[in-house]
C-alpha cells in the first residue's frame, strides 16, 4: 500500500521551532523528487521546498529561505522539513509529496504525484 504519513506539526510561538517528518510505505523515496507544500485557509496550496531526484539539488521559496531545511533519510525511507524561526504567517497544513515532476528554482506542485494527509503548523504568541 502507497502511502505517506505525516507527524510534527503543532502549536509554537513565533520564533520557535518544529521538525515536520514524512515516512513513506509501499515505495521508495529514492527515485522521486520530493518535496513540502503548505495551504493557509483561504489561499492557494504553494511550494515550500523540493529536493531533486537528478541530482539532489535543494530549492526554497524565498519566504522560508534561510529558516527551513529540507532533507531525506534513505535508510528509514523518511523525508523532513525543519522549521527553525518560525513566523506567524508560517500558519499552514502542510503537506509532503513524492513524484516524478521535475524539482527546480520554481517549486511546481506535483499534480501526477503522492500526497501525504498534511499536518497543521500553527505559530502563535
Known amino acids: 500500500q502507497v502511502q505517506l504519513v505525516e507527524s510534527g506539526g503543532g502549536l509554537v510561538q513565533p520564533g520557535g521551532s518544529l521538525r515536520l517528518s514524512c515516512a513513506a510505505s509501499?515505495?521508495?523515496?529514492?527515485?522521486?523528487?520530493i518535496g513540502w507544500f503548505r495551504q493557509a485557509p483561504g489561499k492557494e496550496r504553494e511550494g515550500v521546498s523540493c529536493?531533486?531526484?537528478?541530482?539532489?539539488?535543494?530549492y526554497y521559496a524565498d519566504s522560508v529561505k534561510g529558516r527551513f531545511t529540507i532533507s531525506r533519510d534513505n535508510t528509514k525511507n523518511t523525508m523532513y522539513l525543519q522549521m527553525n524561526s518560525l513566523k506567524p504567517d508560517d500558519t499552514a497544513v502542510y503537506y509532503c509529496?513524492?513524484?516524478?515532476?521535475?524539482?527546480?528554482?520554481?517549486?511546481?506542485?506535483?499534480?501526477?504525484?503522492?500526497w501525504g494527509q498534511g499536518t497543521q503548523v500553527t505559530v502563535s504568541s
Open positions: 529536493i531533486s531526484s537528478s541530482d539532489g539539488s535543494t
Open positions: 509529496s513524492a513524484s516524478h515532476t521535475r524539482c527546480g528554482p520554481t517549486i511546481v506542485i506535483p499534480y501526477h504525484g503522492y
Open positions: 509501499g515505495f521508495t523515496l529514492d527515485y522521486y523528487a
